[in-house]
Structures are given as C-alpha cells and as structure tokens.
C-alpha cells in the first residue's frame, strides 16, 4: 500500500496510492486491497489497486487467479484502525459499521 503526501493550498494532506498506476486513490469505493490467499503465513503483504483499471488478477476481473484474496478498501482502512486501537467500532442507525478516530495529542 503506498502512502503519498499531497500538498493543497500550503497544507500536507496524506492520500494512499494505486500499487499498479501510482495514482492518488480519490474514492475508496472505486479501490481494492489485494494479497495472497493463505492462512499459513503470519504477515501477507498487500497491495492497493484501482478497481477494473489496475485489479488485474483479483476475483473481480476476467484474469481471476484463485490465490489473491481482497478486501474493498472502504472496510479495509477503519478495521486497520480498530484493531491497532486508533480508533473505535460502532453502528450508525442504518446499522453500517463506523469509527471513531481517537486523535493523540502531544
């Protein structure tokens, strides 16, 4: 997964990057995150990829291979989240997951 700093109006705003264009991911909807199907190894590398334009090989496109798995990119950043206690589940009226983000301050 590539991490970018994008410079706006005199701010630095972090953004996520495509493994395969190395564009900025704009909508997290539109982005997969890739890896290796197998539970025999205990750290999977994983890969952030555009989904149709860049996902070649992942399960929703034609060139399928059967050992990447995927998460949509949307549910894989608030779970990276809650399970490294930065920030915490929850459930909106509609029940969709949320999360609130705990901001340390120095």
């Not at 706006?8 to 290796?36: F, N, R, S």
């Not at 779970?79 to 301050?105: C, F, H, P, Y």
């Amino acid at each position: 997964m590539g991490f970018a700093i994008r410079v706006k109006d005199g701010e630095y705003i972090p953004a996520i990057t495509c493994d395969t264009c190395h564009d900025i991911v704009e909508d997290w909807l539109m982005a997969v995150v890739t890896h290796e199907d197998t539970l025999d190894k205990p750290l999977l590398s994983a890969r952030v990829v555009h989904k149709e334009t860049c996902d070649r090989g992942s399960s929703l496109t034609e060139d399928y291979e059967p050992d990447r798995a995927w998460h949509e990119l949307e549910y894989f950043i608030p779970r990276l989240l809650w399970n490294n206690g930065w920030g915490e589940k929850g459930m909106d009226s509609e029940g969709d997951a949320t999360v609130s983000i705990k901001v340390l301050q120095g």
